[in-house]
């Protein structure tokens, strides 16, 4: 894994997704190297390519004290906006633990008294060590990725991300601390759409951990991703190419059917499509 830091201009951006006003990434690349990543167009910005995703991390080390100059701009607009951590990069990457960007413009949104929703998605339970800031601030949540009810799955195509075990556990432990918590499940790659029933046991194991709601989101691969799976793992490229020529997506009342059945709440009232 190769490390480098650098300076940033700005690291607050204007986000075009769903539910959030702004992203923020705290790093370019990652560490986790997960096969299904669309974020590996952010090579080009540090002059690494597309094909060396998940081998390379730069530090944005100025990061924190430019956060902070955007914070107090967006205070002053008195907006109560969601800022979402982080949509191309993880921001509890285990370089995290030397550098704590993550924590330090976490502690940045408690010292400003931040209002508006702040959101991190994560793999990983190095967000444990900052339940004591997130503890202060005023409207968070903390979500996790799963795609597969399965360690040894995720352990081929999420390469070197923690296991779902230790996120599942994760997010029991932050419910127990009255942190909010969400799932995000997706997205849902053939393994779950050739075998429908592991998404039950998916389903069964976040509502388990007393997480209430989740977004669910279809998987919609680019041809490069899918090559990029179907040469990585002999087994899960016969499940891939054997679901070519069939729908590649679940249904989503089916979906619907089992959120309700572990009384999950699906969040922004849909599963996201990307080509809808
Ligand atoms: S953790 Fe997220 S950003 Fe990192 S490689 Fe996986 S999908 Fe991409």
């Known amino acids: 894994m190769k490390y480098h830091e650098l300076d940033c201009k700005s690291v607050i951006t204007k986000s075009k997704l769903p539910d959030t006003d702004y992203v923020v990434n ?4 990652c560490s986790f190297s997960c096969l299904y990543c669309y974020a590996s167009f952010m090579g080009r910005f540090v002059g690494e390519s597309v094909e060396n995703w998940g081998n390379y991390v ?3 080390k100025n990061s924190v004290e ?3 100059k955007q914070l107090k701009k967006l205070l002053d607009k008195k907006l109560k906006s969601t800022i979402f951590f982080s949509s191309v990069t993880d921001p509890y990457l285990p370089i995290e633990k030397k550098y704590q960007l993550t924590r330090k413009m976490l502690e940045v949104l408690k010292n400003n008294h931040y209002l508006g929703l702040v959101s991190i998605l994560t793999k990983s339970a190095l967000v444990l060590r900052d339940i004591d800031v997130l503890q202060e601030l005023k409207d968070v ?5 799963i795609i597969s009810a399965k360690d040894s799955i995720s352990k081929a195509l999420e390469i070197k991300a923690p296991s779902i075990t230790s996120r599942l556990h994760a997010l029991s432990e932050l419910n127990s601390q009255n942190i909010r918590t969400y799932a995000f499940i997706g997205p849902l790659l053939p393994h779950l759409v050739q075998n429908p029933l592991e998404l039950e046991s998916l389903i069964s194991l976040v509502a388990q951990t007393g997480t209430k709601s989740v977004y669910v989101e279809q998987m919609n691969l680019s041809s490069y991703i899918k090559q990029k799976i179907i040469s990585s793992d002999k087994t899960l490229a016969n499940t891939y190419l054997s679901l070519q020529k069939n729908k590649m997506q679940l249904n989503e009342d089916f979906i619907r059917g089992l959120l309700d ?3 999950l ?4 009232g849909n599963v996201i499509e ?3």
């Open 26 to 29: 705290p790093y370019v690349g």
């Open 265 to 268: 709440h699906l969040r922004l």
């Open 141 to 145: 949540e903390v979500g996790f990725t």
């Open 261 to 263: 059945k572990y009384g």
């Open 274 to 276: 990307h080509n809808k």
């Open 66 to 68: 430019i956060f902070e």
């Open 58 to 60: 730069y530090i944005r």
